[in-house]
């Protein structure tokens, strides 16, 4: 009885490389860029990988580039995602075209806020800022610093001029003041802690303008 011919078997084809996956829920996208924003922000950016953060989030490092390409398109967003609530934030706040202690006082409101909402982002800005932004994808942190700097100097001098504010103000010095003391709150604030955003602004601010406004 004749055997039946069998057909070489085809080779197979190479595995194609995984790309980032454009089907994934903002829920889960944002679950992911929650545990990469804390790992960057308790271990350092330099020192965290990819398969760190997986680790942290419970999966495959593989499985992670279905969702991001790179720990870099991770922090970019997140930072990028930070900034852009600030910048939303600030901007109404500047558009009520208010006085320039209320709009002080509604700025450092603001960033408090934006601390309890984003608290390992302003961690991970504060940190790696200086050495992020020498990179092209990074260029967006150098512009938000400009508008930021030029936002409180611009309020701080109206203050001056209106006779708000102590005319011997040294207005750079106070930004700097200000905006340390601020951030460095990062460090330290815990998101459902026993203050709110808001009761912590209020005691930063009766702190800060007994020493400024005009008795």
Known sequence: MPTKSTKPAKPAKPAKKKSPSTNATPERRGELLHTAAEVFAEQGYNATTVRKIADHAGMLAGSLYYHFDSKESMLEEILRTFLDELWSGYDTVLDDELGPKETLEALVTESFREIDRHRAAVAIYQRESQQLVAQERFAFLAESQRRFEKTWLT????????????????????????RDTVWVAASWYRPGGRHSPEEIARQYLSMVLDGIAVR
Do not use: K, N, S
């Open 155 to 178: 309020t701080l001098e109206r203050g001056v001029a209106d006779q708000v504010f102590r005319a011997d103000l040294d207005i750079r010095l106070t930004y700097r003041f200000v």
